[in-house]
């Protein structure tokens, strides 16, 4: 059974980092393109960018993009999400995805989930 797990969540000032990590088990990683999304209470699950299977390409919602940078270590199955400059609107339940090959920034499009890390951030 593939299972995603993600760590580094916590609480940060406005303007601070985070780095969160997804371990992945039981899967070819580097086959998978690794999304990351994040969701509020009341509304539903927000793309923020993904790493592509395939020469760990980049693409990010513009509400992250210049401030996130995804990257991928494939000898240690997992996808890192280095969060700069935080503001008060991206507090939110951050999840990893999983989605074999072809990159989608549909949250229907991935295959696989992690259990989420809460990212909080006090102004």
């Known amino acids: 059974q593939v299972q995603l797990v993600e760590s580094g969540g916590g609480l940060v000032q406005a303007g601070g980092s985070l780095r969160l990590s997804c371990a992945a088990s039981?899967?070819?990683?580097?086959?998978?393109?690794m999304g990351w999304f994040r969701q509020v209470p009341g509304r539903g699950r927000e793309f923020v960018g993904y790493?592509?299977?395939?020469?760990?390409?980049?693409y990010y919602a513009d509400s992250v993009k210049g401030r996130f940078t995804i990257s991928r270590d494939n000898a240690k199955n997992t996808v890192y999400l280095q969060m700069n400059n935080l503001k008060p609107e991206d507090p939110a339940l951050y999840y990893c995805?999983?989605?074999?090959?072809?990159?989608?920034?549909?949250?229907?499009?991935?295959?696989?989930w992690g259990q989420g890390t809460q990212v909080t951030v006090s102004s």
């Open positions: 790493t592509s299977w395939s020469l760990g390409r980049t």
């Open positions: 039981r899967l070819t990683f580097s086959s998978y393109t």
């Open positions: 995805a999983a989605r074999l090959r072809e990159p989608s920034t549909l949250r229907t499009g991935y295959n696989y």
